[in-house]
């Protein structure tokens, strides 16, 4: 069992050991943060994320770069870009010399939105203009703001979901997902929850929902909202990667409501996942 403080670290219990009497608590700092002296007082919640892949416990930070000097009404600013970072380190490992190891970073200006075929990825048209404090266009994945980082669950793949907005107040979000691995964007997807849910506050979290979700057996079957496109033209081609699930979650006193967005498949070419992990499927479902 594991408690974690995402300003802090992590503390480890065995709840069930061999000797009864041997139940003792463990800490594990989480790795220094991004630019330590370029700070944004927020929670641990709008910038960070933990979560146990597989075999390994994965932590990811992305910090936004402030330009200096654009500090503007009600807490506003302008951002030169933002730095995403992905660490990991065995889940089953109790030995104090075991450390993090960084398996990715990317910085905003490396993320293309193209692939190799130059196709434009999917919903990057749903993003908005961005303009800095004196009305200069910005490049867009350098001039957003972003926050609220989300660990994928599926073994092998190395997406990071982020929130999106034209600045931490504006009353429209987006979730962008970013292969960390390639650096390039995934796809894009409207958060339609934003009106809701002031700066990056908690909005939604992963899931494995899906993997509890059965089709009645000799069916092959798409389950979508009625109206979407199912992505790649055809209901019978389930992607390599299942889609990530996220719980919309306001304190607003509102119901949350679910949504799954699809985004293309992910292969990887990673030699430490059995096939069995690589290859789980799930039905593609977006409920609201």
Same mark, same amino acid.
């Given at each position: 069992?594991?408690?974690?403080?995402?300003?802090?670290?992590?503390?480890?219990? =065995?709840? @069930?050991? @061999?000797?009864?009497?041997?139940?003792?608590?463990?800490?594990?700092?989480?790795?220094?943060?991004?630019?330590?002296?370029?700070?944004?007082?927020?929670?641990?919640?709008?910038?960070?994320?933990?979560?146990?892949?597989?075999?390994?416990?994965?932590?990811?930070?992305?910090?936004? $770069?402030?330009?200096?000097?654009?500090?503007?009404?009600?807490?506003? %600013?302008?951002?030169d870009g933002w730095t995403a970072v992905v660490w990991s380190r065995p889940a089953n490992s109790f030995k104090e010399s075991t450390t993090w190891g960084k398996d990715h970073e990317v910085h905003a200006?490396?993320?293309? %939105?193209?692939?190799?075929?130059?196709?434009?990825?999917?919903? %990057?048209?749903?993003?908005?203009?961005?303009?800095?404090?004196?009305?200069?266009?910005?490049?867009? +994945?350098?001039?957003?703001?972003?926050?609220?980082?989300?660990l994928s669950l599926s073994v092998g793949d190395n997406t990071l979901y982020l929130m999106a907005k034209v600045n931490r107040w504006y009353d429209k979000a987006w979730v962008i997902a970013v292969d960390?691995? /390639?650096?390039? +964007?995934?796809?894009?997807?409207?958060?339609?929850?934003? !009106?809701?849910?002031?700066?990056? @506050?908690?909005?939604?979290?992963?899931?494995?929902?899906?993997? $509890? +979700? /059965?089709?009645?057996?000799?069916?092959?079957?798409?389950?979508?909202?009625?109206?979407? !496109?199912?992505?790649?033209?055809?209901?019978?081609?389930?992607?390599?990667?299942?889609?990530?699930?996220?719980?919309?979650?306001? !304190?607003?006193?509102? /119901?949350?409501?679910?949504?799954?967005?699809? %985004?293309?498949?992910?292969?990887?070419?990673?030699?430490?996942? =059995?096939?069995?992990?690589?290859?789980?499927?799930?039905?593609?479902?977006? +409920?609201?």
């Amino acid at each position: 069992m594991a408690w974690v403080d995402l300003m802090r670290g992590i503390i480890l219990c =065995d709840v @069930l050991p @061999l000797d009864d009497d041997a139940k003792t608590l463990r800490y594990i700092p989480l790795p220094d943060p991004i630019r330590p002296d370029d700070t944004i007082d927020e929670s641990g919640g709008m910038y960070r994320d933990v979560a146990v892949v597989g075999s390994r416990i994965k932590y990811a930070e992305v910090k936004m $770069h402030v330009r200096p000097g654009s500090a503007g009404p009600k807490g506003s %600013f302008t951002i030169d870009g933002w730095t995403a970072v992905v660490w990991s380190r065995p889940a089953n490992s109790f030995k104090e010399s075991t450390t993090w190891g960084k398996d990715h970073e990317v910085h905003a200006h490396q993320v293309s %939105f193209v692939d190799g075929k130059n196709k434009t990825a999917p919903g %990057f048209e749903l993003l908005p203009a961005v303009v800095d404090h004196q009305g200069n266009p910005q490049p867009t +994945l350098v001039g957003i703001h972003v926050g609220h980082p989300k660990l994928s669950l599926s073994v092998g793949d190395n997406t990071l979901y982020l929130m999106a907005k034209v600045n931490r107040w504006y009353d429209k979000a987006w979730v962008i997902a970013v292969d960390m691995k /390639n650096k390039r +964007l995934r796809g894009v997807a409207e958060f339609g929850g934003a !009106p809701r849910c002031s700066a990056f @506050l908690h909005a939604y979290r992963q899931s494995r929902i899906s993997e $509890h +979700l /059965n089709v009645s057996q000799g069916t092959k079957s798409h389950l979508k909202r009625p109206g979407m !496109p199912l992505p790649h033209g055809s209901s019978h081609k389930k992607p390599e990667i299942p889609p990530h699930h996220v719980m919309h979650h306001c !304190p607003s006193g509102q /119901n949350p409501r679910a949504t799954w967005p699809t %985004f293309p498949a992910q292969t990887t070419d990673d030699e430490d996942y =059995d096939d069995d992990e690589r290859t789980r499927m799930a039905d593609d479902m977006d +409920l609201e």
